[in-house]
């Protein structure tokens, strides 16, 4: 696994997410609806994805399956070489807390924390003995240095996000995952995460997967994958090297 954490230029990792053959359904009985249909999809460490279809096609379900959120009822999820089937309940817990990092639309702030303690107690969970230092300096990297001891409601939506953005990479994750991080945020402000977002994406190499509304935005990524019903409609590579085309 360590050869994913960072794996440097040009040298050979396996895909960090590999989806093969994926089926899911929810709901219950006569209301149990198929979601993702035949989904397979590989993305390549580093690879930034944007995730795009209508609402309602399947994204933030494929979003949680991959972040160990959702299971599948038939298909295969392996991320950073870890195949999820073989995962329980608290195994795959620490796995995700430890290689990857998810933003919401709607920031998950705990209320009754501050902005520090909201970025440091699942490091301190996850058994960190650095966790408040370390919270404390991702804090900083994203600008919110001055308000480590602010509550989400004495925040604005941009840096809610921002710590939200904080809290998502202090555990160092090789995959970052976003759900429409610029969904509840106004035009310049969300601008300002993005940025932030690409920026900390490019400089740690992560591996990105961006739910997203906005076609622009998508095509800031190295490749933009669309779903239409559960099942992917098209992939289409802009620059990245290795990125590989999902199966049909
Ligand atoms: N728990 C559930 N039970 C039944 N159906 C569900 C459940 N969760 C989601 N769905 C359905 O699955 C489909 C895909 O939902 P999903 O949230 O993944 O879409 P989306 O592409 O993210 O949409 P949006 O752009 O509106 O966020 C939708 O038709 C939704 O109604
Ligand atoms: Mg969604």
Known sequence: ?????????????PDPIIIANLNLSLGEGAARVHILKDVSLRIG????????????SGKS???????????????????AGVPFNGLGEDELARFRGRHIGIVFQSFHLIPTMTALENVAVPLELAGRADAFARAERELASVGLGERLNQYPAQLSGGEQQRVALARALAP???ILVADEPTGNLDEATGQQIVELM?????????????????????RRCDRVVRLR??????SASHRHPTAAVAAP
Request: no cysteine; aromatic share 2%.
């Open 172 to 174: 160092d994750p090789a």
């Open 229 to 234: 019903s559960g099942a992917i409609d098209s």
């Open 61 to 79: 379900t494929l979003l949680m399956v991959m972040a160990g959120l959702e299971r599948p009822d038939q298909g295969e999820v392996v991320v």
């Open 198 to 218: 690409f920026r900390k994406q490019r400089e740690r190499g992560m591996t990105l997967v961006l739910v997203t509304h906005d076609a622009s935005l998508a």
């Open 1 to 13: 696994m360590d050869s994913l954490i960072a794996s440097p230029a040009g040298a050979p990792a």
């Open 45 to 56: 460490a580093g690879e930034a994805v944007g995730l795009i279809g209508a609402s309602g």
